[in-house]
């Protein structure tokens, strides 16, 4: 079975991590731009994070036959330094139009400020000025008044909710993203957000429809192996092989394939790769290693 990840950030993932997903099925990962865990301080860090996402992360993935895709946003936590935020949304028009880059994201809530709001509003105004889909964070704290605040934002700019994701979803929203319109994402985390057992549960009660499932692995105690193993315990339970296959790949190609930049034949068509390659003179292999020294990847080499 293949699967996507359609929220990860492999920037603060290792390099095992994209082998042990392409063994598991993992064919391709859509990244959001997100915070690294402490402020940045300026402008320049943010361009260079952004140039990281469609350059050296894309070749990273790609050494290991994974397609790599992301989106591009002002994360809601640094949405609160305004001086910097506005000079962020200078530059954020200038990836918009890259190639592999599927939307606005994630953008949305943390601590639900006047700042968060405002900088959310300019950039769902961009996403609808460029016809860019929109990647939504739902905030950790506050999660049902937070989610219900995001979408009526987005309806009141007139923004097509089936353009829009909207994220870290549990039990207690679920239901109202999905009356209203919008795509409703996922994020299995160990120990907190959404389990997989609870995630059985909520495909069992509301089926497969826009629906999907995703790991936001990033640089905390969370599981870039997330959604494969949220499959097998779907089969494990009784789910069909046809609603696994919908929540854990063919709905985040339909959602993000409406931008017509993520498509299956991108990793159909996918040729053996080169461990010898290089990306601005740098490559995944360290000292004296050669592509032959490293060991049997199966079915990782297409």
Same mark, same amino acid.
């Not at 330094?81 to 943390?110: C, H, S, T």
């Not at 339909?254 to 003179?281: M, R, S």
């Given at each position: 079975?293949?699967?996507?990840?359609?929220?990860?950030?492999? +920037?603060?993932?290792?390099?095992?991590?994209?082998?042990?997903?392409?063994?598991?099925?993992? +064919?391709?990962?859509?990244?959001? &731009?997100?915070? +690294?865990?402490?402020?940045?301080?300026?402008?320049?860090?943010?361009?260079?994070?952004?140039?990281?996402?469609?350059?050296?992360?894309?070749?990273?993935?790609?050494?290991?036959?994974?397609?790599?895709?992301?989106?591009?946003?002002?994360?809601?936590?640094?949405?609160?330094?305004?001086?910097?935020?506005?000079?962020?949304?200078?530059?954020?028009?200038?990836?918009?139009?890259?190639?592999?880059?599927?939307?606005?994201?994630?953008?949305?809530?943390?601590?639900?400020? &006047?700042?968060?709001?405002?900088?959310?509003?300019?950039?769902?105004?961009?996403?609808?000025?460029?016809?860019?889909?929109?990647?939504?964070?739902?905030?950790?704290?506050?999660?049902?008044?937070?989610?219900?605040?995001?979408?009526? +934002?987005?309806?009141?700019?007139?923004?097509?909710?089936?353009?829009?994701?909207?994220?870290?979803?549990?039990?207690?929203?679920?239901?109202?993203?999905?009356?209203?319109?919008?795509?409703? &994402?996922?994020?299995?985390?160990?120990?907190?957000?959404?389990?997989?057992?609870?995630?059985?549960?909520?495909?069992?009660?509301?089926?497969?429809?826009?629906?999907?499932? $995703?790991?936001?692995?990033?640089?905390?105690?969370?599981?870039?192996?997330?959604?494969?193993?949220?499959?097998?315990?779907?089969?494990?339970?009784?789910?069909?092989?046809?609603?696994?296959?919908?929540?854990?790949?063919?709905?985040?190609?339909?959602?993000?394939?409406?931008?017509?930049?993520?498509?299956?034949?991108?990793?159909? $068509?996918?040729?053996?790769?080169?461990?010898?390659?290089?990306? $601005?003179? $740098?490559?995944?292999?360290?000292?004296?290693?050669?592509?032959?020294?490293?060991?049997?990847?199966?079915?990782?080499?297409?």
């Amino acid at each position: 079975m293949r699967f996507i990840d359609p929220h990860i950030h492999m +920037v603060s993932r290792t390099t095992d991590d994209y082998e042990t997903m392409a063994k598991a099925g993992i +064919v391709a990962v859509i990244e959001p &731009a997100f915070w +690294v865990g402490q402020p940045r301080t300026s402008v320049g860090s943010f361009k260079d994070y952004f140039s990281s996402l469609i350059g050296w992360e894309r070749f990273r993935a790609s050494q290991f036959g994974i397609q790599h895709y992301c989106t591009m946003g002002l994360n809601a936590r640094e949405a609160n330094n305004e001086e910097l935020a506005e000079q962020v949304m200078e530059i954020l028009p200038l990836f918009l139009g890259k190639e592999r880059v599927l939307g606005v994201g994630e953008i949305g809530y943390d601590e639900q400020t &006047a700042l968060e709001d405002k900088f959310f509003r300019l950039q769902l105004e961009l996403a609808k000025e460029t016809d860019s889909l929109v990647q939504v964070h739902t905030p950790h704290r506050d999660k049902k008044r937070g989610t219900t605040r995001s979408m009526d +934002v987005v309806e009141e700019l007139k923004i097509n909710s089936f353009s829009v994701i909207i994220d870290h979803n549990n039990e207690e929203t679920v239901k109202e993203v999905l009356d209203r319109g919008f795509w409703a &994402a996922f994020t299995i985390y160990p120990y907190t957000k959404m389990g997989n057992e609870r995630m059985v549960e909520i495909v069992k009660q509301y089926g497969s429809e826009r629906i999907i499932v $995703n790991s936001a692995a990033d640089w905390g105690i969370s599981d870039p192996l997330a959604v494969p193993k949220t499959a097998q315990l779907m089969l494990e339970k009784g789910i069909s092989n046809e609603i696994i296959n919908l929540v854990c790949y063919k709905n985040a190609l339909a959602a993000f394939g409406q931008t017509g930049q993520i498509k299956e034949t991108d990793w159909e $068509n996918t040729e053996t790769t080169d461990l010898g390659q290089k990306f $601005n003179n $740098n490559s995944i292999l360290r000292g004296g290693q050669q592509p032959e020294h490293i060991h049997k990847l199966g079915n990782i080499i297409r």
